[in-house]
């Protein structure tokens, strides 16, 4: 059970540092699509 504790705490704190790079990564992914589509729509 303790290991099963360990594993949540060691998964949560890799979550919270890699938040900021998920949402970034999210934002240009999304910024990269917008553009496509205005891309598109020129074309």
Known sequence: MAIFIRFLAVYF???SLFDKFKKRKR???SSFMNNNDSKSRIV
């Open 13 to 15: 704190v890799f979550d």
């Open 27 to 29: 934002a240009t992914l």
